[in-house]
């Protein structure tokens, strides 16, 4: 009898512990987790994060990593049906579904809601954003966390999506605007953008650019104060790794190219701002007289079309579409040049990838490209000339090219000088460092490992 009730006594004794051990141990956690401060990388399911803001995105938590951070990846516009929420070593994800609710903010106020069920009691949260459509955002983060620090990193600019990157012609269209001159309806949807994103910029609590031409522009045109607005160039983990033996040979098999055949690389949307069209008139200038060149498009965008601008070169040029990392990696090991013709980027990581991969290349001169090149030193650089009329630019590019086809010693040197302005410039460390200086200031610690 006695063993009995001393079985279920140590039996009721036993859960009970278990029941307390795990209350305590939950309770130093949640209190551990609220201590430590937190950043939210607000990112969305669009084509611009299957490109440029996804590798953004994938390299900065590699910086964030290094932080004494808790890091969330909250994706918005996601295909599920319901949110979900699952984590790793490092990150907790937070996919947000696409709803019904027509009136966007409503669905961002939702969001804010979802994130402060689940981390109700932390302090001085950061909130990442990476797309201006985020403007319904910063209201609702300040409503629900009033202590939280708002971060904004410019990848694109909606004028320079609408103006083809003429930095020219927008000014002029703002001096009109603040002489009240009379718009027309393209400068009026212009101005229209570019007042949502200064009410955007003034709103956040620091702004990141990624190239100096993007910083000069909001202080002079948008009127942001430099004490606002960091300057981080992009960086990339080195991944870099010279083919040995008979490697180059089985990659150019794999893609069935010829022996004698040489690689010009594009990699991007093929768009008219990233200077695909462009690059189809100027190779096909040059295809009647080097007819061992081969041109490798990788990237989606309107084939029908551009299918028939390279009529009669079909043999000569390959549309891959959206080609997986490992392919593309592939490419850039076995590429004789890599071509950059667009109008306008930030700190392209097509780029960072060609100079990583110690590529030759040739690019045009601007937004965010006059940043990282030099003319004869580590590219060759194409003028556009005219942002509104093609014929001078498609002229200069042709020029380059064969330049760069007719000067093997140039080549060569322009690669050795691009592999070295990635290793000066635009590693993860040299990316670390530049947000070191800007967490510092948030009081935000490297970690000790």
């Not at 049906?81 to 966007?104: A, C, G, Q, R, S």
């Not at 930095?167 to 001159?181: D, P």
Request: proline residues 2%; charged residues 20%.
């Amino acid at each position: 009898m006695l063993n009995s009730v001393f079985m279920i006594f140590f039996f009721f004794f036993f859960i009970f512990f278990f029941f307390f051990f795990v209350y305590v141990l939950d309770y130093y956690r949640v209190k551990y987790l609220n201590m430590k401060q937190h950043i939210f990388i607000i990112n969305e399911k669009n084509l611009a994060s299957s490109y440029g803001v996804g590798t953004y995105i994938n390299e900065y938590i590699k910086c964030l990593r290094r932080f004494d951070l808790e890091i969330h990846l909250v994706t918005l516009f996601c295909d599920e049906e319901l949110y979900n929420l699952y984590e790793n070593e490092f990150v907790d994800y937070i996919n947000i579904p696409t709803t019904i609710l027509k009136n966007t903010k409503y669905y961002h106020q939702s969001v804010c809601a979802i994130i402060k069920l689940y981390y109700a009691k932390i302090e001085k949260p950061l909130f990442h954003l990476n797309f201006h459509q985020n403007i319904f955002f910063v209201k609702y983060i300040k409503d629900y966390f009033n202590d939280a620090i708002i971060l904004y990193t410019i990848h694109y600019s909606c004028w320079s999506l609408q103006l083809n990157s003429d930095v020219n012609l927008f000014k002029s269209i703002l001096s009109k605007y603040n002489s009240n001159g009379n718009l027309s309806e393209l400068e009026h949807r212009v101005i229209l953008e570019f007042e949502k994103e200064k009410e955007l910029f003034n709103k956040v609590d620091r702004i990141i650019c990624l190239s100096n031409e993007t910083y000069e522009i909001l202080k002079s045109e948008y009127l942001i104060s430099p004490t606002k607005i960091n300057l981080i160039p992009n960086g990339i983990e080195d991944s870099y790794t010279p083919l040995l033996g008979n490697q180059k040979n089985i990659i150019r098999k794999y893609f069935h190219i010829k022996k004698k055949e040489k690689i010009i690389l594009f990699v991007g949307r093929l768009t008219a701002l990233k200077g695909a069209y462009i690059l189809l008139d100027s190779f096909k200038k040059i295809s009647p007289y080097h007819t061992n060149y081969r041109l490798f498009i990788i990237g989606d965008g309107d084939f029908n079309l551009l299918l028939n601008q390279a009529e009669p070169y079909w043999d000569r040029i390959t549309f891959t579409g959206k080609i997986d990392k490992e392919k593309l990696n592939q490419l850039y090991k076995i590429a004789d040049i890599g071509i950059i013709p667009s109008y306008c980027e930030q700190c392209s990581y097509v780029c960072l990838e060609m100079m990583m991969n110690a590529i030759p290349c040739i690019v045009s001169d601007g937004i965010g490209l006059n940043s990282i090149f030099k003319n004869n030193i580590n590219s060759i650089v194409a003028k556009i000339v005219d942002y509104q009329n093609p014929d001078s630019y498609i002229l200069n590019l042709e020029k380059s090219i064969l330049d760069m086809i007719n000067n093997a010693s140039k080549k060569d040197n322009i690669s050795k000088k691009s592999r070295l302005t990635y290793l000066e410039k635009f590693t993860l460390d040299h990316m670390f460092e530049n947000y070191k200086k800007l967490f510092l200031t948030f009081n935000i610690r490297v970690k000790e490992w």
